[in-house]
Nanobody
Framework: QLQLVESGGGLVHPGGSLRLSCTAS????????IAWFRQTPGKEREGISC????????NYADSVKGRFTVARDNTKNTVYLQMNGLKPEDTAVYYC??????????????????????WGQGTQVTVSS
């Protein structure tokens, strides 16, 4: 069974850091494009980052560029989202999602939820003083 599990969320003060993990079971994560989305109540799920298969390309939304970094650890079958300089507006449930397409261009576009067939359950990030 193919499964994604996010972890690492929590409560942090503004300016703080968190590292989210997206760990796969049942498949090799490096064979997939992995995107990070976030969602707050009443809003659309927002695509904020994507790392392509084999880590060739990483893309970021303007709202997180320069503060968030995505990285793969293939030894742990895990993709990380390092979040620095957190702001209250970063508060959301964060999801990772996987796309198995051989196309190298999947990560050039963020936010298309329909491209991703596998999703984790989400992890809550709260940024508050």
């Amino acid at each position: 069974q193919l499964q994604l599990v996010e972890s690492g969320g929590g409560l942090v003060h503004p300016g703080g850091s968190l590292r989210l993990s997206c760990t796969a079971s049942g498949f090799t994560l490096d064979d997939f494009h992995i995107a990070w989305f976030r969602q707050t109540p009443g809003k659309e799920r927002e695509g904020i980052s994507c790392v392509s298969r084999r880590g060739v390309l990483a893309n970021y939304a303007d709202s997180v560029k320069g503060r968030f970094t995505v990285a793969r650890d293939n030894t742990k079958n895990t993709v990380y989202l390092q979040m620095n300089g957190l702001k209250p507006e970063d508060t959301a449930v964060y999801y990772c999602a996987a796309n198995s397409s051989p196309s190298p261009g999947i990560c050039t576009t963020l936010g298309d939820k329909g491209r991703y067939g596998y999703w984790g359950q989400g992890t809550q990030v709260t940024v508050s003083s």
